[in-house]
């Protein structure tokens, strides 16, 4: 099922390839001009003297990613589903339903290597950061956990959700979090301490500081790497329920 | 005959209407079944969802080949090819692309399914439309496109809803010859509106009122049993009641009517017309008419003020 959802993919990028290819290469640079360029005269003490192009670089790599992602599964699991496009069909295959979210979510994880790997050599060119070999090899399997995270938030969104503004409220509400409240610009420390406190609890908070502890400080914190795995496979699983209950009614 | 479909006691409920009230009757492995009935109300595009899977009835059973449509769902859902009244593809992708997306979970013999492709493209007159993207296609186009993704599967139930609704005349006809050719392959359920096809085309004739089924057998059946085959105009000089009183009684005669000079009636077969002539020696007859029935006067007759024609 993982190949038959991927060959779409492939067929979806091939039919629109200059416009992924050039929304790949766009947004990074936007980004580092509207969020990296202001926050590096803005940041003049980095917290740990941590170099801001090496703190910047993982949070940035993160929102162009999920941002990539926003469409396929805006498209795949919300407007085809209120347009009653493809989903109908697919509701009468004999494949179970469940299987076909978890696929979608396995391709979609698939597709995002791909767009991570692109996104951070951009990101290496313009921001440079001077990292080393090891240190990107550490940080993507946090990248993989974060997107897997994200990914899930948005396939419920997309799930519960069947009105399109409320929908479109729902993505900028859910971008701003990436970008401000998930760690992935501003430290948790920049925070009142009590909002601060709440964001760093937070799954996507979580993940992002073992991975700057992993990167900056060389130390693993395996309990919330398991346990935000533990988290992706059980709300993956919700989410298979909630597909499964929306397709047939 | 062995049953394709067994409906037993099946109800819809939509937003507290009934839509399908207790329905139990059975199709016929391989027949050819017209469904008819009005838009709003009748039930009809439910009751066409509920056999290809897409609704699940509130209650009742339903059973596919005589399996139980709720526990045998995914052996059910391989017999099953259903195109619906709606465009129901990706519309980023070309139809061909749709196509291979779609049947790719039917776990089907790719060698089987690619020759059954060819066929299906061939007779639907297919070529380079299958490589355009669906959103830049017509409507007519669509819903050939969607019965090729259906039958390229060898489906053992071809549920139709409107299977000819936006195509040109020529696509139409295509389109119901390629249907009559598989008729014997497969047990075949479809919705329409054009009631010449339906006449040509079906073993029996589902007509849906209220959601209720109201009228259920071929059409001879139905015409025999409801108003006769024929119906007979005599016009006189001057028809007066005794005589109309006496055709009255003939034998097999159906529905007779006296307007003013005019006499009307129905009958099964045109030797009635020739009992009534031996009553009318010496009477100036002005002008004979004989109409043969369709299925159209059928339903006018029946639904006149209820919309169904």
Known sequence: MISALLIRRFWIIKNRLFTTLGLLLILPIFLNVIINLPFKRLVVNPLWNIPHEQWIYPGLTIIVVVMMMIPSVYRDLFELRIHKKLLPALVLTPISKSLYLYSFLITVLIETVVHTILVMVVFSILIVPGFVVLDYLIMF?????????????????????????????????FFLFIVFASGTVIEFEYFPEIIGNIFRYLPTGQIMQSLRMALFSGVMNWLIVISTFVTIILWAYLNGIIFKKRLIK | MEASITFKKVGQLIDGKTILASLSFGIERNSTVAIIGDNDDSGLTEFLRIIAGLSVPNYGSLYIHGLDSIKRQSEIRKLIGYVPFKNDMDPWLTAEQNIN???????????????????????????KELNVEVNRLSPGVLRKVTLLRELSRDPKILVLDHPTAFMNAKDSSLTWNLLQSVQNDMTMIYSSSSLNRIENFHDRILVFHDGKIDLDDNLANMLKNWMGY?????????????????????????????????????????SVLLRVMTLLTGVSITDINIKRFHLRDLLAARYIHEGIV
């Not at chain 2, 997306?101 to 690619?114: E, M, P, Q, V």
């Not at chain 2, 009517?257 to 077969?269: I, P």
């Open chain 2, 101 to 127: 997306f779609i049947n790719s979970f039917y776990n089907i013999d790719n060698k089987i399914l690619k020759e059954k492709y060819k066929f299906y493209t061939n007779a639907l007159e297919l070529g």
């Open chain 2, 230 to 270: 024929y119906q007979f105009t005599i016009q006189f000089d001057k028809f007066l009641t005794p005589l109309f009183n006496k055709i009255g009684g003939v034998k097999n005669i159906i529905s007779p009517t006296k307007k003013e000079n005019t006499l009307v009636f129905n009958a099964n077969n045109r």
């Open chain 1, 141 to 173: 399997p946090f990248f993989l956990l974060f997107i897997a995270l994200g990914a899930n938030i948005l396939i419920t969104l997309s799930l519960i959700v069947d009105k399109t503004t409320v929908y479109n409220l729902l993505m900028l509400t």
